[in-house]
């Protein structure tokens, strides 16, 4: 009997086993259920200013970026050549950062381009829930310009004084141009500035007297009575990782032309006759003096030059000891001022050749 309540004890034992082993497998669906999976949507892009940006995708682990050259940049033929792939986990990332090609000094050397980025989110598993990686994001295209730090140059600051126009230098600018405006007339009394002139300068100043206004009567370059107005910006160019914009126009300078000198070029001289040695040509009207350029052994790889220097409109070679031989010369005539007209050199003159013998 004994062994029979034993042996009973062992079976209630094993069947009571059993159905907790059953048990546990009947609630295996509820604590391990089957992953639910869903894939995260593409982020939205923007780019500006050579950073990218995108509002955070929910659920996402991190983000992938890939960069393409659309086209080469030596002929322009589209290539779509995969050039980057990178991560981040922040929702944003600067391209100048970014090594695209091997950095040269510090500086990303990026060619022209064109280039696209996209940007994919990195899934995840959380929970029941297996987050799969998004598609990558319609791309947005960009050139080497977006990537380079945009800094705006300082505006000039000017002075005028007898005629001169000069301004301070702006450090990395690539030329300046100034304008000047001319005092209209109008019938409502209010100062209406008409622009009668922009140029370029590569220098920090300009003398007024040398500028041609389309009011200009030819040959003397009449400027009509003030007032004026004179404004300078400073033009930018590109260096490196850095495109320099523009400056503004500096505040402008309001001057009067009474006192300016007015400038005409002298007409051109030439040779008119040598006879028995002497040179001669036609005077040129308001000429201070004349020079003589001779040049002499004349060959492909050069020539030599000497000068001359007279106060009338002829010349005695035989003064000038020349060596004997075939000289190529030619005259212009050098400009003074003459009340408030300023006469500037005329162009040397057609060269003419003569030979010289022993004089």
């Not at 546990?24 to 982020?43: F, R, V």
């Not at 295209?141 to 126009?165: C, H, M, N, Q, R």
């Not at 005539?333 to 050199?345: E, R, S």
Request: charged residues 15%.
């Amino acid at each position: 009997m004994k062994k029979y309540l034993i042996f009973l004890s062992a079976v209630l034992l094993f069947v009571s086993c059993m159905t907790m082993i059953a048990a546990c497998n009947d609630d295996s669906s509820n604590l391990y259920p089957g992953k639910e999976t869903i894939q995260l949507p593409a982020p939205i892009i923007t780019l500006s200013n050579g950073v990218v940006s995108w509002d955070a995708v929910e659920n996402a682990s991190y983000y992938t970026f890939a960069i393409y050259l659309l086209a080469d940049p030596d002929t322009g033929v589209a290539i779509n050549m995969h050039t980057f792939t990178g991560t981040c986990s922040t929702t944003y990332f600067d391209l100048r950062y970014v090594p695209i090609f091997p950095s040269k000094g510090g500086i990303i050397p990026i060619p022209p381009g064109p280039y696209s980025v996209s940007i994919k989110a990195v899934g995840q598993t959380i929970g029941s829930i297996e987050y799969t990686d998004s598609d990558f994001s319609a791309p947005k295209e960009f050139t080497s310009d977006d990537l380079k730090y945009k800094v705006e140059l300082l505006a000039p600051i000017i002075t005028v004084e007898d005629g001169i126009v000069s301004w301070s230098k702006v450090e990395n600018a690539s030329y300046y141009l100034f304008e000047i405006y001319i005092l209209a007339d109008s019938d409502t009394h209010v100062a209406v500035w008409e622009k009668v002139v922009s140029q370029k300068s590569y220098n920090l100043s300009f003398d007024i007297r040398e500028i041609s206004l389309p009011t200009d009567t030819p040959p003397i370059s009449l400027i009509p009575p003030g007032p004026y107005r004179v404004a300078v910006k400073a033009v930018g160019q590109s260096i490196g990782n850095y495109l320099y914009l523009d400056s503004e126009f500096s505040a402008p300078k309001e001057f009067e032309l009474s006192g300016i000198y007015y400038r005409t070029q002298l007409s051109t001289p030439s040779v008119l006759a040598v006879e028995n040695n002497v040179l001669s040509w036609l005077p040129v009207e308001n000429a201070n003096y004349y020079l003589i350029e001779f040049a002499y052994n004349v060959s492909s790889d050069g020539y030599t030059l000497a000068f001359a220097i007279t106060l009338r409109p002829s010349l005695d070679l035989k003064e000038l000891h020349l060596e004997a031989g075939v000289y190529e010369l030619s005259i212009k005539a050098v400009g003074q001022t003459i009340g408030n007209i300023t006469y500037i050199d005329s162009d040397f003159g057609p060269s003419v050749e003569i030979v010289i013998d022993d004089l």
